[in-house]
């Protein structure tokens, strides 16, 4: 989740980005999340960041020999400059 925050605001950042309006993500099948779990921690993790008000879709993988089964993979990021 930390590694994820850290992408996101490293995109937002290096794109001038005043918030972020839109992040897409993947949770690989065997990455211990169902969409309604990860969306609780991204509020966490988001809280105070450039991310707080950012809408989440969420993708599930259910391909568990995937190489990024284990991960959340950030798919898309839409910012507002
Ligand atoms: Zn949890």
Do not use: N, Y
């Amino acid at each position: 989740m930390r590694g994820l925050m850290r992408r996101i605001e490293s995109v937002a950042a290096a794109e001038g980005a005043r918030r972020v309006v839109r992040v897409a993500v993947r949770l690989g099948a065997l990455s211990h999340f169902s969409p309604e779990h990860f969306r609780e921690h991204f509020v966490q993790a988001a809280a105070g960041t450039i991310a707080r008000d950012a809408k989440v879709d969420i993708s599930v993988s259910r391909d568990t020999r995937d190489p990024t089964a284990q991960d959340v993979v950030l798919e898309d990021i839409e910012i507002e400059t």
